[in-house]
């Protein structure tokens, strides 16, 4: 006799068979963190044989940007997934506690580091005496490192407000200050690939924080009905994010690598190697993302597509980790 569990709305049965799809999904996660494991160690394995010398603090700054990347996801996806959520039929009026002020803080505290790598001429400072502030206002990075801390303070205090909502406009000015910081005005059309960056930068954010937050709003629930009906349509979205993804992606990377010499660089320099596991990683991603959208139609309880959904939750995080050291590193081809 199978039993009705009146919390979950789900049968034993259903619970089985989301259990049963732990396993397989583990097992892509290891194969996947495996082909990237070597870029994923930091700079110097990347730099190890190109003949590239690696910038001062290069591992600091790289797990600075991937602490800045992961704490933009956060509200962004919060904002993206609320959303969605009113086109849910049924849907329950309770949401999970807001993460935003908590990840809009550690995104300021680490716009803050940065920007003060910035105030001492891209060199890790020593010490305060080191920093000089007013400096910051007198050059492009520094205006824009200044940005970047001003738009996380900024959101902070509008995610703890009454209007969680108006953050929208502070993380925008943050995704766009990103996206102009990563093309200096001496690169080749640098608006074009600030914009390709902005595209990208905003795609991966409503993915990996809309992907957190869809399943943290589905536990919440606890209803089969509204939690597989949110989930198809963080599906729905979530193909014309990896689509948008895909073409910024490929876009930015012809531009630093051109493909007569983009299969040499691969292997030869340290942006390339970097961006091969980044690669992986997101044919993995890719590889989860088709399982549980097939899940999600034709499985007997949808739900049980939550499980390479939870695996697809880690790989993205590899994912930041990895976009975080490749802005670090040096790009192959300096225009």
Known sequence: MTLTNPRSGTTGAHRGARRSGIGPAVAVLVLVTVGALIPLLGPAPALDGTGEDPAPGTGGIALLRTVLFAALAVPVGELFVRRLVRSVPGAPPLLPRSWSTVANSVGFAAALALASVVATGNLV?????????????????????????????????????????????????VVVAEALRAHPTTEYSPLLGSGLTLVHLTCASMWVGGLVYTLRTIARWRISEAGSALLGLYARVAAVLLAALTATGIGSSLRRMPPETIMEQLTGTAYGRVLLAKVLLMAGVAALAL??????????????????????????????????LLTALPVPIRW
């Open 125 to 173: 400072p020593s010490g305060l005496a080191d920093i000089d502030v007013g400096g910051l206002y007198s050059t492009r990075d520094g205006k824009l490192a200044l940005l970047e801390v001003n738009g996380f303070l900024a959101a902070a205090l509008c995610a703890a407000s009454a209007r969680p909502g108006t953050q929208v406009w502070p993380l925008a000015a």
């Open 291 to 324: 399982w549980a959208r097939i899940r999600l139609a034709r499985a007997a309880d949808p739900l049980s597509a939550c499980s390479p959904a939870r695996a697809e939750v880690f790989v993205l995080g590899l994912v930041v980790a990895v976009s975080g």
